[in-house]
């Protein structure tokens, strides 16, 4: 059995300790970005966007993929629905709709990032 000095136990508890996050913060890294909700953009016609959710991309080119998916589906009109890829994703579309509403979650996906959102539109 080894006697340590306090001191050297100190030395020792921060060097592991220090070594510890060092591979922590390499996992963290190689890691892919979780999920983020984000804020929404301002719905361009009649209506809104109600969430936005994002993985492995950020905010800003969720709000970019959500206008882009937005100004597709209104080309045909304002109950349209946009068969092309806007900005590389590709977008599946579930709604639930009356004759005066449309409600519906949008999940974009490009490899593996992946862009959703929900939007409420007054037709």
């Known amino acids: 059995m080894t006697v340590c000095s306090p001191r050297a136990?100190?030395?020792?508890?921060?060097?592991?300790l220090g070594l510890a996050l060092a591979?922590?913060?390499?996992?963290?890294?190689a890691a892919p970005a979780s999920a983020a909700s984000c804020s929404?953009?301002?719905?361009?016609?009649?209506?809104?966007f109600t969430s936005l959710k994002v993985a492995g991309t950020g905010c800003a080119t969720g709000r970019k993929?959500?206008?882009?998916h937005y100004r597709c589906r209104v080309r045909q009109g304002p109950?349209?629905?946009?068969?092309?890829?806007v900005l590389q994703f590709k977008c599946t579309e579930r709604r639930n709709s009356i004759p005066t509403e449309i409600n519906?979650?949008?999940t974009c996906?490009?490899?593996s990032r992946t862009v959703t959102y929900t939007y409420q539109q007054n037709t």
């Open 9 to 16: 136990r100190i030395r020792a508890l921060s060097l592991s």
């Open 23 to 29: 591979s922590g913060a390499a996992l963290g890294a």
């Open 40 to 48: 929404t953009p301002k719905y361009p016609g009649s209506g809104y």
């Open 65 to 68: 993929v959500t206008l882009a």
């Open 79 to 85: 109950r349209g629905r946009c068969t092309s890829t």
């Open 104 to 106: 519906a979650r949008v």
């Open 109 to 111: 996906k490009r490899g």
